[in-house]
T-cell receptor, first 114, second 113 residues
Framework: DSGVTQTPKHLITATGQRVTLRCSPR?????VYWYQQSLDQGLQFLIQ???????AKGNILERFSAQQFPDLHSELNLSSLELGDSALYFC?????????????FGEGSWLTVV | AQSVTQLGSHVSVSEGALVLLRCNYS??????LFWYVQYPNQGLQLLLK??????LVKGINGFEAEFKKSETSFHLTKPSAHMSDAAEYFC???????????FGSGTQLTVLP
């Protein structure tokens, strides 16, 4: 158990819908990362927050957004869903942004868009 | 820009044989390198990491990796494969202002009885 908690574990929804994925980082970790894992794109970095502030963006679509709340949990919002958004979404956390910090991953949220 | 390349999307070894999973990085400065493992239907688990302290890094489950600057490599090895090692393995480099991980494409390890 990495200590990173993600909910829901599985989600099936229809095209055009909106979903919210939730992440609780490890106790004491200030940095939260979101990744998408799909068969065709592999593991892609989406976005990162540190202590409530957005710090880096990767290959995140405009239909997607995220935030980190004062209690440090984070949510990833996916809207106007398309079939191609079906993927495993990981949340990860680390203590800080220092290079070499270990980044711990949750077990992911499986999203299926039908 | 820093990136990693994993050679071989699928590797099969017999139980008890040497495991060698290849990772090469491209970087103009010494990188921070990681190996993660993903078991079926599970998240990513850190096996080991290189942060410039020692070139030979020992990780969990008997795995180790050696950082070779001259070859820009960080190959993962295990002397004797076990059935439980069957999983997908990802090499990653820490990059960017937020030190996010950039992953290789992964290597699926199959262990044959």
């Amino acid at each position: 158990d990495s200590g990173v908690t993600q909910t829901p574990k599985h989600l099936i929804t229809a095209t055009g819908q909106r979903v919210t994925l939730r992440c609780s980082p490890r106790s004491g970790d200030l940095s939260v990362y979101w990744y998408q894992q799909s068969l065709d794109q592999g593991l892609q970095f989406l976005i990162q927050y540190y202590n409530g502030e957005e710090r880096a963006k990767g290959n995140i679509l405009e239909r997607f957004s995220a935030q980190q709340f004062p209690d440090l949990h984070s949510e990833l919002n996916l809207s106007s869903l398309e079939l191609g958004d079906s993927a495993l979404y990981f949340c990860a956390s680390s203590v800080s942004e220092s290079s070499g910090n270990t980044i711990y991953f949750g077990e992911g949220s499986w999203l299926t868009v039908v | 820009a820093q990136s990693v390349t994993q050679l071989g999307s699928h590797v099969s070894v017999s139980e008890g044989a040497l495991v060698l999973l290849r990772c090469n990085y491209s970087s103009s400065v010494p990188p921070y390198l990681f190996w993660y493992v993903q078991y079926p239907n599970q998240g990513l688990q850190l096996l080991l990491k290189y942060t410039s302290a020692a070139t030979l890094v020992k990780g969990i489950n008997g795995f180790e990796a050696e950082f070779k600057k001259s070859e820009t490599s960080f190959h993962l090895t295990k002397p004797s494969a076990h059935m439980s090692d069957a999983a997908e393995y990802f090499c990653a480099v820490s990059k960017g202002s937020a030190r996010q991980l950039t992953f290789g494409s992964g290597t699926q390890l199959t262990v044959l009885p």
